[in-house]
């Protein structure tokens, strides 16, 4: 079935750094690529999304890239800040509906 | 001006009794979803509904059963609650069912004693 693999599921990285988290799929009629940022006890919040038409999109300080061919698709901060810290998660949009992965806690240490 | 609204915030009761959760949207969105996010943070979604039609129902059991007055809610009504209901419940919508973009509601953390 439709499956979304997310790594690693916890990240610990110093405040400047940068810091990469990887999605897999599995439906290869996935075609939207979103990033949800989670702060505890907050809702989800959309941060980035990739299109299938695009490899690569930027904002400011946080990225994504996407490989259709493999089914890879990656978020990437760079310059991270405490404020950085929270779980985030990766979706493919299957048929009507997202698959999440598993999520990822970063910590950004100062 | 809270775009996707949940009542209540915080539900605590016991096992065996029936309750529901509100989920209200102002953005004119078509179609509404609820996910289930348990203690590990997996996020799943339980049900999409579009223009009140039942469109997504992802094997979740029949104690669960979500309405739709209107395309602006969508309510998730519980019977017999257990143990393994406790979780945090987000109801969200998006423009249509092919849209991409997902908009979350606060939540409900319910717990079941």
């Known amino acids: 079935g439709e499956n979304v693999e997310q790594h690693p599921s916890t990240l610990s990285v110093q405040e400047g750094d940068s810091a990469v988290i990887k999605c897999t799929y599995s439906d290869s009629a996935s075609n939207y690529f979103p990033w949800y940022k989670q702060e505890l006890g907050k809702r989800p919040q959309l941060i980035i999304d990739i299109r299938s038409n695009v490899g690569e999109k930027k904002d400011q300080r946080i990225a994504v890239t996407l490989n259709k061919t493999a089914k890879h698709f990656s978020l990437h901060i760079t310059e991270t800040q405490p404020e950085d810290s929270a779980v985030y998660f990766c979706?493919?949009?299957?048929?009507?509906?997202?698959?999440f992965g598993t999520g990822t806690r970063l910590k950004v240490l100062a | 001006d809270t775009a996707v609204s949940q009542t209540p915030k915080y539900l605590v009761t016991q096992m065996g009794n029936d309750k529901s959760i509100k989920c209200e949207q102002n953005l004119g969105h078509d179609t509404m979803y609820w996910y289930k996010q348990d203690s590990k943070k997996f996020l799943k979604i339980m049900f999409s509904?579009?223009?009140?039609?039942?469109?997504i129902n992802e094997t979740v059991p029949n104690r669960f059963s979500p309405k739709s007055p209107d395309k602006a809610h969508l309510n998730l009504h519980i019977n017999s609650l257990e143990l393994g209901d406790s979780a945090v419940y987000f109801c969200?919508?998006?423009?249509?069912?092919?849209?991409?973009?997902?908009?979350f509601g606060p939540g409900t953390r319910l717990t079941v004693t």
């Open positions: 509904y579009n223009n009140k039609e039942l469109i």
């Open positions: 979706a493919a949009m299957g048929t009507y509906k997202y698959i």
């Open positions: 969200a919508s998006s423009q249509s069912v092919s849209s991409y973009e997902q908009y």
